[in-house]
């Protein structure tokens, strides 16, 4: 098939979302496919040649603690077209359809297959600022959805408040070359303590506040661990 994964960030910095739009990319190639990922871009995308497209420019947001880099453009309907008219593809993936405003704008003009994937829940930074108009222009274009998909329960109830439906449960994969569990365990933290290990962005909203805050208390239960 000819895929086309959609995201709605600028792909020139990584994040969740376009780790998850990248590792499908990988994996639907290896399984045959021809597949192209569209986003905005406002740097280089190494590794990735003729497989992307750029749609748009990025703004950066300050958003919650965070910087949302999307495109916010209301122009992007001729391209859209011509690249949708070129490629002519079996279906298209569009990721965080609630971000302003290519996937909303992808799907207007799609005239094929789509299904969305929704990874946010509550209130994700950018979505109060982009949440109204793409909410409106998404449940515009509902029955141009063939499929929904949502990372996690609490992504579904979040989504479904603002486009009801069924959805599929699908988990972030998890790339087991880059985390195998092959791989021997580091030496120096083998040593019959409670590791805690934080993996994200040190931002105020992946909390690492709190994890410090709350590692204080374990601390004082479980002295021989570390963060």
């Known amino acids: 098939m000819k895929i086309a994964l959609v995201s709605p960030y600028d792909f020139a910095y990584p994040g969740g979302v376009n780790i998850h739009v990248s590792s499908l990319e990988r994996r639907f190639t290896r399984m045959g496919h021809d597949v192209k990922i569209i986003a905005p871009l406002s740097g280089n995308v190494p590794g990735f040649g003729g497989k992307f497209i750029r749609i748009g420019t990025p703004i950066p947001i300050p ?8 495109t916010i453009s209301l122009r992007l309907g001729p391209t859209i077209k011509s690249v949708l008219s070129r490629e002519n593809f079996d279906i298209i993936h569009l990721h965080e359809p609630f971000m302003p405003m290519l996937c909303s704008a992808v799907l207007r003009f799609s005239n094929t297959a789509n299904v969305a994937t929704f990874h946010a829940f509550g209130g994700k930074p950018g979505y109060k600022f982009g949440r109204p ?60 303590k409670l590791n805690i290990l934080f993996v994200g962005r040190l931002e105020e909203q992946k909390g690492m506040n709190y994890l410090i805050k709350a590692y204080r208390r374990v601390r004082q239960e479980v002295p021989n661990s570390r963060l």
């Open 63 to 70: 958003a919650g603690g965070t910087i949302c880099r999307v």
């Open 133 to 192: 108009i793409s909410t409106i222009m998404l449940r515009r274009r509902l029955h141009k959805l063939d499929g929904k998909i949502a990372v996690s329960k609490a992504a579904m109830e979040f989504a479904s408040k603002y486009v009801p439906g069924y959805y599929n449960i699908i988990p972030n994969g998890i790339d087991l070359e880059l985390f195998s569990p092959d791989v021997s365990p580091i030496s120096e933290f083998c040593d019959g």
